[in-house]
């Protein structure tokens, strides 16, 4: 069974940066680098929106993101992370690491796994 667990939320400064860590369990190295990660926020009364995913062949940012966040992972750490940066007050919600096994896109219906969520409130 699949566990991702974010963490690196908090509160920020509006212009500020945070950087998020989603580290996925029962994973080994070779299987983890072949999957799609990615980066989503839902803000209340919002639906979830994605900012940025990865695979081995591409990255995808949101309009939203793009310029100012960057997600890279570490494989051999099972561990994708999401670098926000010149962070706004529209940046604040709950952000959530998915894993897709097949479709790497900012569609949240395409992701099978979650994590728990990790708020992130700009100030």
């Known amino acids: 069974h699949v566990q991702l667990v974010e963490s690196g939320g908090g509160p920020a400064q509006a212009g500020g940066s945070l950087r998020l860590s989603c580290t996925a369990s029962e994973y080994t190295f070779r299987t983890f680098s072949k999957h799609c990660l990615g980066w989503f926020r839902q803000a209340p009364g919002k639906e979830r929106e994605g900012v940025a995913v990865s695979d081995t062949v591409t990255t995808t940012y949101a309009e939203s993101a793009r310029g100012r966040f960057v997600i890279s992972r570490d494989n051999a750490k099972n561990t994708v992370y999401l670098e926000m940066n010149s962070l706004k007050l529209e940046d604040s919600a709950m952000y959530y690491c998915?894993?897709?096994?097949?479709?790497?896109?900012?569609?949240?219906?395409?992701?099978?796994?979650w994590g728990q969520g990790t708020q992130v409130t700009v100030s």
């Open positions: 998915g894993l897709s096994g097949r479709y790497c896109v900012l569609d949240r219906g395409r992701f099978n796994y």
